[in-house]
């Protein structure tokens, strides 16, 4: 297990302001991250991404943004209530609890109790009990009189529920989609691994209609899950670090007929962050909803889910663009995911013509592009720091571009020099991030 990679990434994380512990000042909160200025940048880009390639380029997709707090019935219809549970075991020697189906994880801290047991003593662990992972608020104004409702598990439900309104407000027919993203809770047993296991995340999940046969349902579950994986490899996940893998009949969520992760793998092993759920009638017949197609026969339609966990890629992107060179960490981001897309530069901090005329060109890129701005120290400082943040150009305006009107452009990846006019560097940069 490489840990050590891990150990880097979080502290990079926190130097340059990708992610922090959630309310760090006050000793944190468990499973909980805050999303630093670079972390909410490369998060909005993934989001970005996701919602072009899935609503924006489709005419089979549309979008919808449900609200986080729901009618409690949706949770009881989905099943939620009764099956959205975790096997919970306790140990009986510190009362820290754990996952029962996570054997690594009860290992681990086995061997905490190692050295303080007598010989051929074992921990011993309580019997598994189910634990259900919604988090519960209350909402009212009078105090005693508040009703429970619960913090979404998933944000699917928010496409189920709206199912008609959809389907009668807009011109959708089946096959078609319904996109979402947002944030769901989860009272986690045991949150880890950084921002890959915690109690409050963001889903991109589409839930697609289709007719109720399985040969639909077979031929729309290879579509997606080919789909997806080819949306991971596109934004440049390596093809190697990559697989499918079919869920048992054991560990199958309660909704599914049929599942499929895809996992990444990381330093802490393959590990799933998206999930292609063959859901059938599921959750519309639950919610007693139905279709009428053009030929006026009804309906319940089958639903092919692909649920990717925006937190989790954005923790693989990062580990999988990190690389260690001779004399510099650089973050092989795409650029499409970049925080920042561009760096300039003026050489010098103290020459108020050159300053001048690299804040015109940071000016004028800003208006298409989020620009970094640095006059720091010298040029191999402000790369190395550029590098460690992934921003794949830097533009360096020299005395040579107030006479001739050309800057210094280098590549983030081959390190390599070229001089373009200042004139046509908007498109020459623009060209780049396609
Ligand atoms: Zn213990």
Redesign the pocket.
Known sequence: MNVNKMEKIVALCKRRGFIYPGSEIYGGLTGTWDYGPLGALLKKNIKDQWWKAMVQLRDDVVGVDAAIMMNSTVWERSGHLEAFTDPLVE?K??H?RFRADKKQDLEM?EK??KENLPAGRQ?EWTAPQKFNLLVKAYLGIIEGQQSEIFLRGEITQGAFVNFENVVSSTRVKIPFGVAQIGKAFRNEITPGNFIFRSREFEQMELEFFIKPTEAEGDKWFEYWKNERINWYQALGIKKEKLRFRKHRDDERAHYAKFAEDIEYEAPFGWSEFEGIHNRGDWDLSRHGLSYVDDDGKKFTPWVIEASGGIDRSLLFFLLDAYHEEEKRVVLKLHPKLAPYKVAVFPLLANKENLVSEARKIYQTLQQDMMVAWDDRGNIGKRYFAQDEAGTPFCVTVDFQSLEDKTVTIRDRDTAKQERVEIAKLSKYLLDKLQ
Do not use: G, N, S
Request: charged share 0%; with cysteine; aromatic share 0%.
């Open positions: 140990c020697i510190c820290q801290h905490t109790h921990v």
